[in-house]
C-alpha cells in the first residue's frame, strides 16, 4: 500500500495507460525546450538559453547577500543542484519510474549537506557576523539568552524541515496521480475506453503530469533558493 502511494506507475497499477500520457508530456516539452532536433547542435537552442538563464538567475541571487567573493563557484554548482533536483522530479514521471524525492532519506541526505556547509561557510568566513545575527544589538543579558536560544533552534530545525518541505511536496503530487491513475485503470480494464468519462479522466491525468513538471521546476526552485539564503544569512551583516 505504501508503494503505490509513493509510485503512480507501479506495474500493474494503470497497465501503463497512465504511462503513454506521461510519455507524450515529456516529449512535447522536451521538443519545445531543446528546439528544433535538426538545429540543436547548430544554433542556441532553447534549452542552452533557459540553462544560461537559470545559471544568470542564480548568481544574482548569490550576489544579493552582500559578500559575493564568499561564494566563489556557488552560482555554477546550486544551478546543478537546481537541475538535478528537477531531473529526478522528472524522471519519477516516466513510466514505471520511481521519484526519488519522495524519500525522506535521499533529501535528508541531500539537506544535511547543504546545511552543513552553509554553517561551516558561515562560521569560516565571517564567525563574528554568522554569530553577531543570531542576536538582535541593544538587549540585556537576560534578553539576549532566550532570544540566542530560538535563533539556536531554529538554524538546526533547518536540517529536517529543509528535506521535509520538498518531500511532503512531492508526494502531495505523487499521491494525487496515483488516485486518479487507479480510477483510470479501473474504467480501462472495465471495457469503458470510449465513454466520456475515460476520455476527461484521461485529460485530467495529462493536466496533472504537465502539472507535476512544473511543481517539480518550483519546488527545486524553492530548495536552492532557501539554500542560497541560508548561505548568505550572516555574511551580508
Not at 507501479?10 to 528546439?35: I, M
Not at 491513475?181 to 485530467?204: N, R
Amino acid at each position: 500500500m505504501l508503494a503505490d502511494v509513493f509510485s503512480s506507475f507501479d506495474y500493474g497499477g494503470s497497465f501503463g495507460a497512465v504511462g503513454f500520457l506521461s510519455w507524450g508530456v515529456l516529449v512535447f516539452g522536451g521538443y519545445e525546450a531543446f528546439g528544433a532536433w535538426g538545429s540543436i547542435w547548430v544554433s542556441k537552442s532553447y534549452g542552452s538559453l533557459v540553462g544560461a538563464k537559470v545559471v544568470g538567475a542564480v548568481a544574482q541571487l548569490v550576489k544579493s547577500t552582500g559578500k559575493s567573493s564568499a561564494f566563489y563557484g556557488a552560482p555554477l554548482f546550486l544551478s546543478g543542484v537546481l537541475v538535478y533536483l528537477f531531473s529526478l522530479s522528472l524522471s519519477g514521471i516516466f513510466p514505471y519510474g520511481f521519484n526519488v524525492l519522495a524519500h525522506f532519506s535521499h533529501n535528508f541526505c541531500l539537506s544535511w549537506s547543504l546545511w552543513f556547509a552553509s554553517v561551516l561557510l558561515g562560521v569560516v568566513v565571517d564567525f563574528k557576523g554568522y554569530a553577531g545575527h543570531m542576536v538582535a544589538g541593544g538587549l540585556a543579558w537576560w534578553q539576549a539568552v532566550p532570544v540566542f536560544v530560538f535563533e539556536v533552534v531554529s538554524v538546526l530545525s533547518r536540517l529536517v524541515t529543509l528535506g521535509g518541505r520538498l518531500t511532503m511536496n512531492i508526494i502531495a503530487g505523487k499521491l494525487l496521480t496515483g488516485i486518479g491513475s487507479a480510477f483510470f485503470g479501473a474504467l480501462f480494464v472495465g471495457g469503458s475506453v470510449f465513454s466520456p468519462t475515460f476520455f476527461c479522466l484521461g485529460l485530467g491525468l495529462f493536466i496533472i503530469s504537465a502539472w507535476e513538471c512544473v511543481v517539480g521546476l518550483v519546488q527545486s526552485c524553492i530548495f536552492v533558493f532557501l539554500v542560497c539564503s541560508y548561505m548568505g544569512e550572516g555574511l551580508s551583516t
